[in-house]
């Protein structure tokens, strides 16, 4: 078995987990498209009983990721929101979350709209200044829920400061780190306790996968996360572990390019007279620069801007007329697409909080995909172009 401590982040990417099947020699892991297994007798079996509770291609792809987010544990699940839901089926009815106040709609209702009617309270707050997040510490909080860079206007938080204040105080802190990717930021090296992703997205890459996971690295920890994926069976496919398998394999690659044709778009936005604010911690004027600078390897390819004038209607007239960006919900493939976070994926947010947190009628999102960039630019010169002359 490899030390997979030992390897740099792309050979891990390529190889963590992985083992050529040993029926045939494959180098690819199989997909083992099975519900049960036979046993030679009873509780005499391979380590495999019943694909809810653990399947071979699944199996890989858990390892690889906990390799990957320099954990030891890791638990593959349906979608994002079905990893999120694990994590909060560690807690109890009379529990109290901390979560950032710019996080994503679906993990806002997943919030309000379903685990508040089972006791558990949350508080939603900017986590700029570690103050802010302290000042909302008493002996019900159970969770401190942090996403970052957040989504949709690229806040940074900062990890190691949070997880210092959750360590001070016994309680368990997870970091959506779906938009970094362990490409980027390792969390868990930073003293969170858990790492979510929407595998869906980034880690994916290709728009053909709905799935989620969780990664951790105490042992208590893991056989909880363990028993709740068994036992609500939420789990993925062993087709979609395939694919992500897959994808995983070029992350480091395609993480590069996501990084280079942000960067270019992002100082391109910021130069336009349309345009109000460019939410992208790559600028150093970003008011957490530093901190992002710290704690990521890189800035990534997601950006958010604002237009001047907060015009819902101008907003809608840029989205509607590109062209190689496309509309759509999502992110993180290697296409690029570009969304209204206020009609889209923060829809589920009541607009007093949704504003509050910063995301205006006008807030237009981008997943800068690995296309050629002046491709890219000239896309978005064209359609700035139809929104003047229809202004």
């Known amino acids: 078995m490899a030390d997979y401590d030992k390897m740099s982040f792309g050979t891990k990417a390529i190889h963590a987990g992985v083992q050529a099947d040993p029926a045939t020699g494959a180098i690819m892991t199989p997909i083992y498209q099975t519900s049960t297994y036979v046993q030679e007798g009873v509780?005499?079996?391979?380590?495999?009983?019943?694909?809810?509770t653990l399947n071979p291609t699944r199996d890989a792809l858990e390892k690889n990721l906990a390799a990957l987010e320099s954990g030891k544990h890791g638990a593959c699940f349906g979608s994002g929101l079905a990893a999120i839901d694990c994590v909060l089926k560690m807690l109890k009815p009379?529990?109290?979350v901390i979560s950032t106040n710019d996080l994503y709609g679906g993990t806002?209702?997943?919030?309000?709209?379903?685990?508040?009617?089972?006791?558990?309270?949350?508080?939603?707050?900017?986590?700029?200044?570690?103050?802010?997040?302290?000042?909302?510490?008493?002996?019900?909080?159970?969770?401190?829920?942090v996403e970052t860079p957040t989504n949709p206007t690229m806040k940074i938080v900062d990890i190691k400061g949070v997880s210092e204040l959750a360590k001070k105080n016994d309680i368990l802190f997870?970091?959506?780190?779906?938009?970094?990717?362990?490409?980027?930021?390792?969390?868990?090296?930073l003293g969170a306790d858990i790492v979510m992703h929407s595998i869906t997205k980034y880690l994916g890459g290709h728009s053909d996968v709905v799935m989620g996971a969780l990664?951790?690295?105490?042992?208590?920890?893991?056989?909880?996360?363990?028993?709740?994926?068994?036992?609500?069976?939420?789990?993925?496919?062993?087709?979609?572990?395939?694919?992500?398998?897959?994808?995983?394999?070029?992350?480091?690659?395609?993480?590069?390019?996501?990084?280079?044709?942000?960067?270019?778009?992002?100082?391109?936005?910021?130069?336009?007279?349309l345009i109000q604010n460019v939410y992208w911690p790559g600028f150093e004027d970003h008011p957490k620069h530093e901190i992002a600078k710290q704690q990521m390897k890189d800035f990534g390819g997601m950006i958010s801007f604002d237009l001047k004038g907060d015009d819902q209607a101008q907003a809608y007239q840029i989205v509607e007329s590109l062209k190689?960006?496309?509309?759509?919900?999502?992110?993180?493939?290697?296409?690029?697409?570009?969304?209204?976070?206020?009609?889209?994926?923060?829809?589920?947010?009541?607009?007093?909080?949704?504003?509050?947190?910063?995301?205006s009628n006008s807030l237009i999102r981008l997943s800068v995909g690995v296309e050629d960039c002046d491709d890219l630019i000239g896309d978005l010169e064209q359609a700035f172009a139809k929104a003047v002359q229809y202004a």
């Open 108 to 145: 806002y209702r997943l919030f309000t709209t379903i685990f508040s009617h089972y006791g558990i309270k949350f508080h939603f707050t900017p986590m700029g200044e570690i103050d802010d997040v302290e000042a909302l510490i008493n002996e019900k909080t159970a969770l401190i829920w």
């Open 324 to 359: 190689v960006f496309k509309l759509a919900e999502s992110l993180g493939g290697v296409e690029s697409l570009v969304g209204h976070p206020a009609s889209m994926t923060h829809a589920s947010i009541p607009e007093p909080e949704r504003l509050k947190s910063g995301v």
């Open 174 to 189: 997870a970091v959506d780190n779906t938009f970094a990717t362990p490409y980027l930021q390792r969390p868990l090296e």
């Open 43 to 52: 509780g005499n079996h391979k380590g495999y009983e019943y694909s809810r």
């Open 215 to 273: 990664v951790v690295n105490d042992t208590a920890l893991a056989d909880e996360m363990y028993r709740i994926q068994n036992s609500s069976g939420a789990v993925c496919g062993p087709m979609d572990s395939f694919l992500v398998l897959r994808g995983i394999k070029t992350l480091h690659l395609r993480m590069q390019r996501h990084c280079e044709n942000g960067a270019r778009i992002a100082h391109w936005l910021k130069s336009n007279s």
């Open 94 to 96: 009379g529990d109290e």
